[in-house]
């Protein structure tokens, strides 16, 4: 039986974890396949839907707002960027993620493109996709009609 040694497998499992999850988005239907190669990590994603909006939420700390680019090419929201760290350092031990990330949603409901919004505070990532208005719910009202 093999023990755990939490200082020295920690690394070993972080990475096999990345590779799980860079193995998990390559089979993710619209998520930039063919793209994922330039980058060495994705950042996790919470999306939900309002009534006139979408949202998505990502977790990028320590990633400069300007490392950032958001487009809408065709019908894929992209999302990618990059982490840098600091190589004059000779690290001991390196845990934390660096390097590229990128990230694509297919966008099956049509939206506002020139209304979306991007909001960057404390490493979270929000975008904010208004919905066209021919796709939101409409309530009718109903007449009282003579009789």
């Known amino acids: 039986m093999m023990r755990w040694r939490a200082p020295q497998d920690m690394g070993n499992w972080f990475d096999l974890m990345n590779k799980y999850a860079n193995a998990m988005e390559e089979m993710t239907p619209g998520e930039g396949r063919g793209r994922l190669e330039k980058a060495s990590w994705f950042p996790p994603v919470d999306a939900w839907e309002s009534e006139n909006d979408f949202h998505l939420v990502f977790d990028i700390p320590g990633v400069e707002k300007e490392s950032i680019d958001i487009q809408v090419d065709g019908d894929q929201l992209i999302i990618k960027g990059e982490k840098k760290t600091d190589d004059s350092f000779k690290y001991m031990r390196k845990e934390r993620v660096f390097g590229p990330f990128y990230r694509a949603f297919t966008l099956e409901t049509p939206i506002e493109r020139e209304k979306i919004k991007a909001i960057y505070k404390n490493g979270v990532l929000e975008v904010v996709l ?14 009282v009609g003579d009789e």
């Open 130 to 143: 208004p919905k066209k208005e021919e796709i939101k719910p409409k309530q009718i009202q109903i007449e």
